[in-house]
C-alpha cells in the first residue's frame, strides 16, 4: 500500500490567498484525521471524519478554515484567506475499525505532511 | 478529559546510552497507549503500541509497558543510536470512552551523538 497520500508536500503563499490541501487515505480506512504541527502548539487535532462525514471539527481555529471529504479516497483542507500565523505542516492521517470480528484497531497511519508557509 | 503528560526534552545522549521517556496519562475509559516517533521532514509513524494492562509493547529495541497502576507508558532503549534521533509522542485512544480521536503528548526531542 502506498500509505496516506498528501498534496502538496510545500506550499509557499502570500497572505489572503486561497490554500487548498489534499489528502488520499489509505484504502479502506474508515477514519481520516486533520493534524496541525506547530513549534508553538504542538500536535492539534484540527478535525476528523467517520466515513466521509466530519464527526468532530472543534479543533478548527476559525471559520477561514474548512474541510471536506467528497468520497472515501479523498479529503480537501482549505483555508481562505489564509494569513501567516497559519504557517504551518498540516498532517492527514487514517485509521481503520474493522467489524466485530476483528475488533476495533486505533492505530492511526500518518501522510508526509504538507509545508505552509504563508507570507 | 483525557490527557497525556510527557517528559519534556530536549534529551541529549552518547550513542550506546539507556534511553526513558517518561509518559503518563488520565482517561476517563481503558485506553490504548501509543507510542510515535517523527523523524526529521517526516510524518509520525507508529513505533509500538499496548491495549491493555501489563501489556508490553515493543519495537526496534524499543519497550513500554502499560502500567495501570501508576497509569504510566514509559519509553526505554537499552542501547540507542545515532538513527535514533528524532521526536518522541506519547498517545492514547480511549475507544473505550467514547472517542476515536488520540490525544498526543508534547513530544520528546532526542538527539544521540556518536
Known amino acids: 500500500d502506498a500509505g496516506v497520500i498528501q498534496s502538496p508536500r510545500h506550499e509557499v503563499t502570500e497572505m489572503g490567498q486561497e490554500v487548498t490541501l489534499r489528502c488520499k487515505p489509505i484504502?479502506?480506512?474508515?477514519?481520516l484525521f486533520w493534524y496541525r504541527q506547530t513549534m508553538m502548539r504542538g500536535l492539534e487535532l484540527l478535525i476528523y471524519f467517520n466515513n466521509n462525514v466530519p464527526i468532530d471539527d472543534s479543533g478548527m481555529p476559525e471559520d477561514r478554515f474548512s474541510a471536506k471529504m467528497p468520497n472515501a479516497s479523498f479529503s480537501t483542507l482549505k483555508i481562505q484567506p489564509s494569513e501567516p500565523r497559519d504557517s504551518a505542516v498540516y498532517f492527514c492521517a487514517s485509521s481503520q475499525r474493522p467489524g466485530l470480528a476483528g475488533g476495533p484497531t486505533d492505530t492511526q497511519y500518518f501522510g508526509p505532511g504538507t509545508r505552509l508557509t504563508v507570507l | 478529559g483525557d490527557s497525556v503528560t510527557q517528559m519534556e526534552g530536549p534529551v541529549t545522549l552518547s550513542e550506546e546510552a539507556f534511553l526513558t521517556i517518561n509518559c503518563t496519562y488520565t482517561a476517563t475509559g481503558y485506553p490504548s497507549l501509543f507510542w510515535y516517533v517523527q523523524y526529521p521532514g517526516e510524518g509520525l509513524q507508529l513505533l509500538l503500541k499496548?491495549?491493555?494492562?501489563?501489556d508490553k509493547g515493543s519495537n526496534k529495541g524499543f519497550e513500554a509497558t502499560y502500567r495501570k497502576e501508576t497509569t504510566s507508558f514509559h519509553l526505554e532503549k537499552g542501547s540507542v543510536q545515532v538513527s535514533d534521533s528524532a521526536v518522541y509522542f506519547c498517545?492514547?485512544?480511549?475507544?473505550?470512552?467514547?472517542?476515536?480521536?488520540?490525544?498526543f503528548g508534547k513530544g520528546t526531542k532526542l538527539t544521540v551523538n556518536p
Open positions: 484504502s479502506g480506512h474508515d477514519y
Open positions: 498517545a492514547l485512544s480511549d475507544l473505550g470512552g467514547g472517542s476515536e480521536k488520540l490525544v
Open positions: 499496548a491495549t491493555k494492562a501489563d
